[in-house]
T-cell receptor
Framework: DAKTTQPTSMDCAEGRAANLPCNHS???????VYWYRQIHSQGPQYIIH???NNETNEMASLIITEDRKSSTLILPHATLRDTAVYYC???????????FGKGTMLLVSP | DVKVTQSSRYLVKRTGEKVFLECVQD?????MFWYRQDPGLGLRLIYF???????EKGDIPEGYSVSREKKERFSLILESASTNQTSMYLC????????FGDGTRLSIL
């Protein structure tokens, strides 16, 4: 699996955009970028994934650089309920298992 | 919405007991997974299953076994519980993405 690097923690003001970076410089051509988050005392929750193109859904946007060596998860209007650990995972879609790293602890403050 | 239900949120057992953790999913997924999560170590895969009666070892299978008699249900078994198995246990189902239950916080005394 391609290894990912994320900041340990980030802060964001409520209502502002939260931009969470992830480096995956060893990603291979058939590997997707997946984002999950884990709110305290809950199981991880899938957010979004992408291969090459930018993706958007009701929760977030995913921006992948052209060389695919890094990506950014964007929460456009962060709320207090977005406080969580965010995990960036790179995986071939043909594999079912996931390897979770340490993730980024995002703290959204009033 | 996909629902993955774990039978207990909190469980306290004694050393040497046989412990069963149950997980049920309602989306007819073939793949199901058991992870444990510990502070500083993140999520680690214990076992997974691709189909009924099929099982594969994950990264830390020692001390655990699993059972998949029906597609919707995947059970994790601690044959003889030990204190180092005190942890948060998370079940998931699906291919990509995976959908997780809310976890069982298991304490072994």
């Amino acid at each position: 699996d391609a290894k990912t690097t994320q900041p340990t923690s980030m802060d964001c003001a409520e209502g502002r955009a939260a931009n969470l970076p992830c480096n995956h410089s060893t990603i291979s051509g058939n590997e997707y970028v997946y984002w999950y988050r884990q709110i305290h005392s809950q199981g991880p929750q899938y957010i979004i994934h992408g291969l090459k193109n930018n993706e958007t859904n009701e929760m977030a946007s995913l921006i992948i650089t052209e060389d695919r060596k890094s990506s950014t998860l964007i929460l456009p209007h962060a709320t207090l309920r977005d406080t969580a650990v965010y995990y960036c995972i790179v995986r071939d879609s043909g594999y079912s298992t996931l390897t979770f790293g340490k993730g980024t602890m995002l703290l959204v403050s009033p | 919405d996909v629902k993955v239900t774990q039978s207990s949120r909190y469980l306290v057992k004694r050393t040497g007991e046989k412990v069963f953790l149950e997980c049920v999913q309602d989306m007819d997924h073939e793949n199901m997974f058991w992870y444990r999560q510990d502070p500083g170590l993140g999520l680690r895969l214990i076992y997974f299953s691709y189909d009924v009666k099929m099982k594969e070892k994950g990264d830390i299978p020692e001390g655990y076994s699993v059972s998949r008699e029906k597609k919707e249900r995947f059970s994790l078994i601690l044959e003889s519980a030990s204190t180092n198995q005190t942890s948060m246990y998370l079940c998931a189902s699906g291919q990509q993405p995976q959908h997780f239950g809310d976890g069982t916080r298991l304490s072994i005394l």
